[in-house]
Each structure stands twice: as structure tokens, then as C-alpha cells.
T-cell receptor, first 115, second 112 residues
Framework: AQTVTQSQPEMSVQEAETVTLSCTYDTSENNYYLFWYKQPPSRQMILVIRQEAYKQQNATENRFSVNFQKAAKSFSLKISDSQLGDTAMYFCAFMKHAGANNLFFGTGTRLTVIP | SQTIHQWPATLVQPVGSPLSLECTVEGTSNPNLYWYRQAAGRGLQLLFYSVGIGQISSEVPQNLSASRPQDRQFILSSKKLLLSDSGFYLC???????????FGPGTRLLVL
């Protein structure tokens, strides 16, 4: 079974600063996908960034980047130049490469950006 | 462009009453569809997924059922709600053969 662990229930960061959210996962699969989703107060899940396990290069989307360490089964999210709109719950998620593409979620990290 | 709709947005139901939540996707055909539940302060748990009309797979035994009567419509149902069915229900879709899931706005269900 796949498990996803987010060990930081809550974090805060000053506006314009950088913050890193941690995520580890456990799997016996070799090919898979990893995702970070953002859930603002509206509660709609919004995709932030995705990473294919077979790619060594870390994914980047504007101010968001990941540090993917496959051997350590670690997938952290770095948010640069934090903005007030980044305040949200952030969920790390895992998906096997094959099959019906079921997502396995961590329990989330609540991030607060302080003005 | 593709959009995903869920309704109702909020629902308050008594214990023992039936339930029907609807999810529809526009702008694509033959999507994979998913129902998730999020309990308060928790992550999402996959309930059902569907790869085609009439094809439903259940991930968690529970008081709920799902149906896919049309290509872009996914329905979550219950004959008799339990208090433990309260939560936030999210529908998601992917294009067949791709992996990124896109979520709807969700339905907040409170069972009293």
C-alpha cells in the first residue's frame, strides 16, 4: 500500500519570504507521479505542481518548485516570494504509474502567509 | 476548455434520509471520474472511480454507492445517510491515459 506523510501540520511564513513544505512517501513502485495540491478557504483543490518519478530534474512552476529525492522517497515543495494568496492547506499526493490513476493524499500542511 | 461542476454546494440532511450528489464535466469526452471524501481536518479519501459509462470501482466499503449514467455524469448516492457520512465531497476528472486530476468545487454535506 502507498502511504504519504506530511509531518508539518501547520507552518507560517512572512510575506515575500521562502518556505519549504515536507512530504515523504512509501511505495514499492518504480514509476509513479507526485503532486502538490493547494486547498484555499474555498476548499476547491487546485493543482500546484507535478513530478514524474522517472525524471531526475525537479519540476518548477513560477514561484513553486520541488526537491524530489527518489532514493529517500522525499518530495518537498518550496514556495518563493510568498504571497498572501498562498495561504491555504497544501496536500502532497502520490499516484501509481499504471492503473486507474488513484491519488493517495497526505494529511496536509496548513500554511499561513503573514503580512 | 474543460470545466467540472458539482451540486449542490451545500446540503443538510437528517439521518436516514437518501442522498444524491451530482458531478458533470464539460468540454471533454470519455473522462475518468472520481469521488473523494474529505473529513474535517483530514486529507482526501478515494471512494469510487469510473473509467466509462456503467463502470464503477469502489475503493472503500461504506454506506454509499456511485453510478455513471452518462459519459460525463457521475452520481454519488445513499439510501440512508449516517452521521459519519458528513464531510466534504469532491469530484475529479482526468483525460483517459493522463494522470493529472482536476477537481470540482465540492459539496459540503452535514448529516444531523
Amino acid at each position: 500500500a502507498q502511504t504519504v506523510t506530511q509531518s508539518q501540520p501547520e507552518m507560517s511564513v512572512q510575506e515575500a519570504e521562502t518556505v519549504t513544505l515536507s512530504c515523504t512517501y512509501d511505495t514499492s513502485e518504480n514509476n509513479y507521479y507526485l503532486f502538490w495540491y493547494k486547498q484555499p478557504p474555498s476548499r476547491q483543490m487546485i493543482l500546484v505542481i507535478r513530478q514524474e518519478a522517472y525524471k531526475q530534474q525537479n519540476a518548477t512552476e513560477n514561484r513553486f518548485s520541488v526537491n524530489f529525492q527518489k532514493a529517500a522517497k522525499s518530495f518537498s515543495l518550496k514556495i518563493s516570494d510568498s504571497q498572501l494568496g498562498d495561504t491555504a492547506m497544501y496536500f502532497c499526493a502520490f499516484m501509481k504509474h499504471a492503473g486507474a490513476n488513484n491519488l493517495f493524499f497526505g494529511t496536509g500542511t496548513r500554511l499561513t502567509v503573514i503580512p | 476548455s474543460q470545466t467540472i461542476h458539482q451540486w449542490p454546494a451545500t446540503l443538510v440532511q437528517p439521518v436516514g434520509s437518501p442522498l444524491s450528489l451530482e458531478c458533470t464535466v464539460e468540454g471533454t469526452s470519455n473522462p475518468n471520474l472520481y469521488w473523494y471524501r474529505q473529513a474535517a481536518g483530514r486529507g482526501l479519501q478515494l471512494l469510487f472511480y469510473s473509467v466509462g459509462i456503467g463502470q464503477i470501482s469502489s475503493e472503500v466499503p461504506q454506506n454509499l454507492s456511485a453510478s455513471r449514467p452518462q459519459d460525463r455524469q457521475f452520481i454519488l448516492s445513499s439510501k440512508k445517510l449516517l452521521l459519519s457520512d458528513s464531510g466534504f465531497y469532491l469530484c475529479a476528472w482526468t483525460r483517459t491515459g493522463t494522470e493529472t486530476q482536476y477537481f470540482g468545487p465540492g459539496t459540503r454535506l452535514l448529516v444531523l
